[in-house]
């Protein structure tokens, strides 16, 4: 964490620790970490530099987890929906046909139109991101990205 810029590690583990499950899994709290270091913080700082230099940038995190709990919604999980995998891990089930339609629904509609049928990411705004997995409910739900944490007010002003 340290390595990564973070000035107080402590407090940022303790973060790390209310937001997972069980806070004594060190592999858990390791790949909750990471995942925000190398993807969900730049892919946010990301989208809110667009808006702010005057574009449009639409985000979505996808929840759905093709391969179960274990491997979770893992980096790449999204070509599996896209290009119809599915079946290939055992995963062909309803919840995940959902997340797979509304992904590649997305994707054709942003690809035809410049727009995946959600309103432009807003950094400040409540609801920022769209949901893509995770359950029916959750899919296709607005939800904030980053979530407001103690997490994020420790990311927050750290070198992008």
Request: glycine share 10%.
């Amino acid at each position: 964490m340290r390595r990564a810029g973070v000035t107080e590690p402590e407090k940022l583990l303790d973060a790390y620790r209310n937001r997972i499950t069980d806070p004594d899994d060190l592999s858990a709290l390791r790949s909750t970490f990471l995942t925000d270091a190398l993807y969900r913080l730049p892919a946010t700082r990301l989208a809110g530099a667009q808006v702010g230099a005057g574009g449009r940038a639409y985000h979505y995190l996808l929840l759905d987890e093709p391969c179960g709990p274990d491997m979770g919604a893992f980096h790449g999980a999204d070509l599996l929906h896209v290009f119809d995998k599915l079946t290939l891990v055992g995963a062909d089930s309803p919840d995940h046909l959902v997340a797979r339609d509304s992904l590649v629904g997305a994707w054709a509609a942003f690809a035809a139109t410049g727009n995946p049928g959600w309103q432009p990411y807003a950094p400040d705004t409540a609801g920022n991101s769209r949901a893509i997995g995770g359950s029916p409910a959750a899919t296709e739900q607005m939800i904030i990205k980053p979530p407001a944490d103690d997490v994020t007010t420790l990311w927050t002003g750290l070198p992008s």
